[in-house]
């Protein structure tokens, strides 16, 4: 089992930043794939970002790309995702994810509760 919390979510202005965190405890963080995940209201959720379990390989939905950045820390058992040049319909409760191989869909087997993002114009 692996237990994940988000947090660093908030209220911010269109072009703005914010930077998440999501801290892993219970299995061994370093033996998992993370991955980013968001859900606005009325939408599905959709994949936003993942980062291998050594950090080496990395991959962005386009809507995000060049603007947010994942990243680990393995010896923290964390994973953060920079949000740079924030916009409105970046506005969503963002979720992290972990499992044993990487994968840009949803099917994770762990998931935190979430942490609200909202971009005003």
């Known amino acids: 089992q692996v237990h994940l919390v988000e947090s660093g979510g908030g209220l911010v202005q269109a072009g703005g930043s914010l930077r998440l965190s999501c801290a892993a405890s219970?299995?061994?963080?370093?033996?998992?794939?993370m991955g980013w995940f968001r859900q606005a209201p009325g939408k599905e959720r959709e994949f936003v970002a993942a980062?291998?379990?050594?950090?080496?390989?990395?991959y962005y939905a386009d809507s995000v790309q060049g603007r947010f950045t994942i990243s680990r820390d393995n010896a923290k058992n964390t994973v953060n995702l920079q949000m740079s040049s924030l916009k409105p319909e970046d506005t969503a409760v963002y979720y992290c994810a972990a499992r044993r191989f990487i994968s840009l869909t949803d099917e994770y087997d762990y998931w935190g509760q979430g942490t609200q993002v909202t971009v005003s114009s």
């Open positions: 219970g299995r061994t963080f370093s033996n998992y794939a």
């Open positions: 980062i291998s379990w050594s950090g080496s390989d990395t």
